[in-house]
């Protein structure tokens, strides 16, 4: 393992040893403890159908229910935020019963996203349209998402869950105040493979933690696969992640995205005194 590996790795807070269980309990206390320390009364977490929300949402109902047993009060919120008809709704709407929220909303962001790609296009459109169109509007459709859950967390003395880990921080796969933003980030530090095993240990089902990861932002090419984005695996960027030794092809690209999203993964930038 070289230096900018391990800088790297201390960066996003990966740890050298770790036991499902012992992760599971540790976030679940994190939420409670964070719970009662803001005097937070919900949680609230958009569900996609991916592992990661899932599991995210594993644990916040977890310790909202933990929390009750000890004389609080908490609950927790699943919001369905899809854009019109999801394409892998089916999913969704399974891992909402996996994890059997005290609440769910849901919300159809179409309407609001669709309005705002338009007023852009008004005076703007040179800047918007063309082969990136798509992705421009999944930008827009990953920041209605955050406007949702937060007008929801405003309304509820809330605090909004945030998906993000170590592998897609890694990466920089996410919207800069988009999915990126949010109060609280109980995955933060696992990577793929220690985040699939903490859904497992939770009781998730199996086509659930193993479904192929997708971001479906992009109209034009839903349930892309994030490694088609890539342009290598999670088991490379696990790898990598667990000071692991990659091939130099994935290594560069590794952290060619690192570097290019550095100001992802940074506060806003301000003048220095």
Same mark, same amino acid.
């Given at each position: 393992?070289?230096?900018?590996?391990?800088?790297?790795?201390?960066? +996003?807070?990966?740890?050298?040893?770790?036991?499902?269980?012992?992760?599971?309990?540790?976030?679940?206390?994190?939420?409670?403890?964070?719970?009662?320390?803001?005097?937070?009364? $919900?949680?609230?977490?958009?569900?996609? &159908? &991916?592992?990661?929300?899932?599991?995210?949402?594993?644990?916040?109902?977890?310790?909202?229910?933990?929390?009750?047993?000890?004389?609080?009060?908490?609950?927790?919120?699943?919001?369905?935020?899809?854009?019109?008809?999801?394409?892998?709704?089916?999913?969704?709407?399974? %891992?909402?019963?996996?994890?059997?929220?005290?609440?769910?909303? $849901?919300?159809?962001?179409?309407?609001?996203?669709?309005?705002?790609?338009?007023?852009?296009?008004?005076?703007?459109?040179? *800047?918007?349209?063309?082969?990136?169109?798509?992705?421009?509007?999944?930008?827009?459709?990953?920041?209605?998402?955050?406007? %949702?859950?937060?007008? *929801?967390?405003?309304?509820?003395?809330?605090?909004?869950?945030? $998906?993000?880990?170590?592998?897609?921080? *890694?990466?920089?796969?996410?919207?800069?105040? &988009?999915?990126?933003? %949010?109060?609280?980030?109980? *995955?933060?530090?696992?990577?793929?493979?220690?985040?699939?095993?903490?859904?497992?240990?939770?009781?998730?089902?199996?086509?659930?933690?193993?479904?192929?990861?997708?971001?479906?932002?992009?109209?034009?090419?839903?349930?892309?696969?994030?490694?088609?984005?890539?342009?290598?695996?999670?088991?490379?960027?696990?790898?990598? +992640?667990?000071?692991? %030794?990659?091939?130099?092809?994935?290594?560069?690209?590794?952290?060619?995205?690192?570097?290019?999203?550095?100001?992802?993964?940074?506060?806003?930038?301000?003048?220095?005194?």
């Amino acid at each position: 393992m070289f230096e900018e590996q391990r800088e790297i790795i201390r960066a +996003l807070g990966v740890a050298g040893d770790f036991d499902a269980a012992a992760e599971a309990e540790r976030r679940t206390m994190f939420l409670v403890d964070y719970l009662r320390a803001s005097g937070s009364r $919900t949680l609230i977490l958009g569900i996609s &159908g &991916g592992v990661d929300s899932l599991t995210a949402g594993l644990l916040a109902q977890r310790a909202v229910t933990r929390l009750r047993e000890s004389g609080g009060h908490a609950e927790f919120m699943a919001v369905r935020l899809p854009y019109g008809t999801q394409a892998d709704e089916a999913d969704a709407g399974k %891992a909402v019963a996996t994890i059997s929220p005290d609440r769910t909303v $849901t919300i159809d962001i179409k309407p609001a996203a669709d309005a705002m790609m338009s007023e852009v296009r008004c005076e703007a459109d040179d *800047l918007i349209s063309g082969e990136r169109l798509h992705f421009h509007l999944g930008n827009i459709k990953a920041r209605q998402r955050m406007i %949702a859950q937060y007008a *929801l967390a405003g309304g509820s003395r809330g605090l909004v869950i945030g $998906t993000d880990h170590a592998a897609e921080a *890694l990466m920089g796969f996410y919207t800069k105040f &988009g999915d990126g933003a %949010a109060d609280i980030l109980p *995955l933060a530090g696992l990577n793929k493979r220690r985040v699939r095993a903490v859904a497992k240990y939770l009781g998730a089902p199996d086509d659930l933690v193993f479904k192929v990861p997708t971001a479906d932002l992009e109209s034009d090419a839903p349930l892309k696969p994030d490694e088609d984005v890539y342009g290598v695996t999670y088991d490379e960027i696990d790898d990598f +992640l667990e000071g692991k %030794a990659v091939g130099e092809d994935s290594l560069l690209r590794i952290l060619a995205a690192y570097r290019a999203t550095a100001h992802k993964r940074a506060l806003p930038v301000s003048p220095t005194l």
